[in-house]
């Protein structure tokens, strides 16, 4: 007789109070889980954008010494500990609830980092009103990977079988070239193989890599970032085992031909990789990062401020995270999945 599959405990942060955040979160709880489903946040601020919505929530207050349970329709469990400045008011962002945003964070995080949660689910938060408040943040994967003492996070965003990473992500475009180096490239592909392995139970992933200039440089007439520092890093961790092709083209690397035959793409910066992803899954996405010692997953979209609490913001990108975190955590645990 087989023994019954562990129950992954995940945590979830809602992110900024008054975006949808708190809205995605109360949604997911229409549905069962096969999870349990821990909110880091204010349970007034729950409660109150759930009786908005219309839905019947019920918070159970986690007790973290019980194994985990599976969630039934209608409830998620609570890590308290975390309240809001101020009264939130939906679409009106409020500079003394900043530090809140960043409390959730550092708690799920610190959850994660003592085994209480198998992993994290971040809602998306709003990088403005928190520097307003005097804070310096310029996102979910520099905080995390700060506080987690990580020296090489890797961005991965997901659509269904689609996986595309980055070598670079929030630079400005004249910065990018520079930013490519041997050891940056070399990093990011072994944090890339590494985790797709031990996170997603991938076999000898198979990785395209993109070139940075047009045609992939066309043999130097159009740059040569791919002669004197992509092809040598390819070349180095081939002869290691690595099964890596590239430099391509990105005009037509993604394409089926290509991408039947592939795990995963790295694109050399943000808007090389992420417009095909997005416009292959907008709304059901995942940003994921990689080279953290716990599991993080995200959404792929914004605060949406104008959605809070009308009844008009979509869930599925957050289902989509939730779902990949299950995954990762039941693939770091080498538990095939379901």
């Given at each position: 007789?087989?023994?019954?599959?562990?129950?992954?405990?995940?945590?979830?942060?809602?992110?900024?109070?008054?975006?949808?955040?708190?809205?995605?979160?109360?949604?997911?709880?229409?549905?069962?889980?096969?999870?349990?489903?821990?909110?880091?946040?204010?349970?007034?601020?729950?409660?109150?954008?759930?009786?908005?919505?219309?839905?019947?929530?019920?918070?159970?207050?986690?007790?973290?010494?019980?194994?985990?349970?599976?969630?039934?329709?209608?409830?998620?469990?609570?890590?308290?500990?975390?309240?809001?400045?101020?009264?939130?008011?939906?679409?009106?962002?409020?500079?003394?609830?900043?530090?809140?945003?960043?409390?959730?964070?550092?708690?799920?995080?610190?959850?994660?980092?003592?085994?209480?949660?198998?992993?994290?689910?971040?809602?998306?938060?709003?990088?403005?009103?928190?520097?307003?408040?005097?804070?310096?943040?310029?996102?979910?994967?520099?905080?995390?990977?700060?506080?987690?003492?990580?020296?090489?996070?890797?961005?991965?965003?997901?659509?269904?079988?689609?996986?595309?990473?980055?070598?670079?992500?929030?630079?400005?475009?004249?910065?990018?070239?520079?930013?490519?180096?041997?050891?940056?490239?070399?990093?990011?592909l072994r944090v890339l193989h590494a985790d797709l392995e031990s996170q997603f139970g991938i076999g000898s992933p198979r990785i395209l890599v993109c070139g940075l200039n047009p045609h992939a440089g066309e043999g130097g007439h159009l740059g040569d970032e791919e002669i004197h520092v992509i092809t040598p890093v390819l070349e180095r961790l081939r002869g290691e085992g690595m099964d890596l092709t590239g430099p391509l083209p990105a005009d037509t690397l993604f394409t089926e031909r290509h991408l039947r035959h592939a795990d995963a793409v790295l694109a050399m910066y943000h808007d090389q990789g992420l417009p095909v992803l997005k416009h292959a899954g907008f709304g059901s996405a995942v940003n994921v990062t990689l080279g953290l010692p716990i599991i993080r997953t995200s959404v792929d979209h914004g605060t949406a401020l104008d959605l809070a609490g009308t009844c008009r913001a979509e869930a599925g990108s957050l289902q989509a995270a939730l779902a990949t975190a299950i995954h990762m955590a039941q693939a770091r645990n080498g538990i095939a999945p379901a």
């Open positions: 007789m087989m023994s019954p599959r562990p129950i992954p405990r995940i945590a979830i942060t809602p992110g900024e109070p008054a975006g949808i955040g708190p809205d995605l979160v109360a949604m997911l709880s229409r549905e069962p889980c096969a999870a349990q489903r821990v909110v880091v946040g204010d349970p007034q601020v729950l409660l109150e954008r759930a009786e908005q919505l219309g839905i019947h929530l019920t918070l159970i207050p986690l007790d973290p010494d019980q194994p985990p349970q599976a969630d039934a329709a209608g409830q998620l469990h609570l890590w308290t500990g975390c309240t809001v400045a101020e009264p939130v008011i939906p679409g009106q962002l409020n500079p003394a609830n900043a530090r809140y945003v960043l409390d959730t964070l550092t708690q799920a995080a610190d959850g994660c980092l003592r085994g209480v949660f198998a992993g994290l689910v971040t809602g998306p938060v709003h990088k403005g009103v928190i520097n307003e408040a005097g804070i310096p943040f310029t996102g979910h994967t520099e905080f995390l990977a700060e506080h987690c003492q990580a020296p090489m996070p890797v961005m991965m965003l997901t659509a269904g079988t689609l996986r595309v990473a980055l070598v670079t992500t929030h630079l400005p475009l004249r910065q990018v070239a520079q930013a490519i180096t041997t050891e940056r490239l070399e990093t990011v």
